[in-house]
C-alpha cells in the first residue's frame, strides 16, 4: 500500500531537478537511436511523495 505526504515545492525541487539530469543524460546517449520525451505525472506532478 501506497502512502504519499506532500512536500513543498522547494523541498521537491532539488530531488526533481537531479532526476532531470539523469534523464537528460539517457537521452543523450540514446539520440541517435530514438528520440523520447518526459513528463511528471500523477502525485509527482503535484508534489507528492
Known amino acids: ?4 505526504q506532500f512536500v513543498s515545492k522547494k523541498e521537491a525541487e532539488p530531488c526533481k531537478k ?10 543523450n546517449e540514446v539520440r541517435d537511436k530514438f528520440n523520447f520525451k ?3 505525472i500523477s502525485s509527482s506532478k503535484r508534489n507528492m511523495n
Open 18 to 27: 537531479e532526476l532531470i539530469e539523469i534523464i537528460k543524460k539517457a537521452q
Open 38 to 40: 518526459f513528463n511528471f
Open 1 to 4: 500500500m501506497n502512502h504519499f
